[in-house]
């Protein structure tokens, strides 16, 4: 099947489209006054931990620091060291990280008003077939994968030509693909 991209880009937006045999699959649009940050993956500096918000505040270029909670820097069983006795000490943020640290963070929320982007370090990329998390272990199927049969098989695929530490989310549509 032949792929083909084809961009329009004028001074005020720029528009993609990604044919596949023929047929439209994918189509992207940016206007430059919108321009997007969701989404975005940035190397930014912990310029400043708040331990009394257990959150940070994230240098990632613009022109306001993005903010991390601690929520978004854990997985939810991690929070507490122990997840079954809940009287254990809560994990504190200034444990974590530091000021002046580098950090790999995705935008999970754009900029609001005076606000900076809400951030996260739970870094996923979309693809077609797959959704790829390089910072987790985790290997899902979409639920809308009903037969087992099909599920294990997909699972088997991913797990032996995955790297080491990373994760994946099998999308509905990779069902019947090699």
Do not use: C, W
Not at 7 to 36: D, F, K, P, W, Y
Request: glycine share 8%.
């Amino acid at each position: 099947m032949s792929k083909e991209i084809i961009i329009n880009h004028t001074t005020h937006e720029t528009r993609v489209a990604v044919m596949e045999g023929g047929m439209l699959s994918e189509l992207h649009h940016e206007r430059e006054q919108n321009v997007r940050v969701v989404d975005n993956i940035y190397k930014g500096k912990v310029l400043n931990v708040l331990p009394g918000m257990e959150s940070a505040f994230v240098d990632i270029g613009s022109e306001r620091a993005a903010f991390l909670h601690i929520d978004d820097i854990l997985p939810p069983s991690k929070i507490t060291r122990n997840s079954i006795n809940q009287n254990e000490e809560k994990q504190q943020i200034s444990n974590i990280i530091k000021e002046g640290q580098d950090i790999l963070v995705q935008v999970s929320k754009g900029p609001i008003g005076t606000k900076g982007a809400r951030i996260t370090n739970h870094v996923s990329i979309p693809g077609r077939n797959l959704v790829f998390l390089p910072t987790t272990q985790t290997l899902g199927v979409s639920r809308q994968i009903s037969l087992e049969k099909e599920r294990e098989r997909l699972k088997e695929i991913v797990n032996r030509l995955r790297p080491e530490n990373a994760g994946f989310i099998i999308r509905t549509v990779a069902e019947g693909h090699t």
